[in-house]
């Protein structure tokens, strides 16, 4: 673990609250899959930790919900091209296991971003297998990321996603919840389980999974 700076190069505003903050840093940083940053935000103190969303080892792309009324994420959301902060990385221990195990990944909102980041590594090596993310959001003005997930799937035939939406029905999209999707059919395939999200959902998924018969050592997560 190391303490370094890092200078906002990028940032984008991917949905009414949601941002892409990509950060440069001075040296090349080994980080695995899934593995979060820890920011010493310097106006308000704080001290915030944000999942990696990707990162060649010295770019880092941060997927980032601005809160109402989070201190933290306000501050970090407001930061200025050119602007540095100090951050610890890399923690965690929500990382990818590299095999050729069938990998289903289920996200909602922000919990987007490591499981992002542990596609994008699989395919970046050489192993080949099948890969499902099932992304959850509210309603159709919180989906972001969609163009990439669909160049991701021209390049990666083994991958697919599948968007769903709790509150609101629309073309292209399931409605319900990503949970949902947990019956024996169509699990049948797959023997990696990676979740992250709200705690409501990685705890509804964790429990739907043991139901099914999937062993604990088989099923990874991180919630929000």
Not at 118 to 127: G, H, V
Not at 193 to 222: H, Q, T, W
Request: net charge negative; aromatic share 12%; hydrophobic share 40%.
């Amino acid at each position: 673990m190391q303490q370094l700076s890092f200078k906002l190069t990028s940032k984008n505003k991917l949905t009414h609250d949601v941002y892409e903050l990509i950060f440069t840093t001075p040296e090349t940083i080994q980080v695995e899959p899934g593995q979060y940053t820890l920011f010493m935000l310097p106006k308000s103190k704080l001290r915030r930790a944000y999942s990696i969303g990707y990162t060649d080892g010295q770019t880092f792309t941060f997927i980032i919900k601005q809160i109402e009324g989070g201190a933290g994420s306000t501050e970090i959301c407001s930061l200025e091209i050119g602007e540095e902060i100090m951050g610890m990385i890399p923690l965690g221990h929500f990382v990818l296991k590299a095999n050729t195990t069938p990998k289903l990944f289920i996200g909602t909102g922000t919990g987007f971003a490591p499981l992002y980041f542990q596609i994008r590594a699989m395919m970046d090596t050489d192993i080949e297998t099948p890969l499902l993310f099932l992304f959850g959001v509210r309603n159709v003005v919180d989906i972001f990321y969609t163009e990439i997930l669909d160049q991701m799937k021209e390049q990666y035939p083994l991958f697919n996603y599948q968007l769903f939406l709790s509150q609101e029905e629309t073309k292209g999209t399931i409605h319900g919840r990503v949970t949902d999707f947990l019956t024996p059919e169509n699990i049948a395939t797959y023997g990696e389980f990676y979740l992250c999200g709200s705690p409501a959902m990685v705890k509804d998924a964790r429990e739907k999974l043991g139901n099914l018969g999937i062993e604990k050592e088989k099923v990874f997560f991180e919630q929000y």
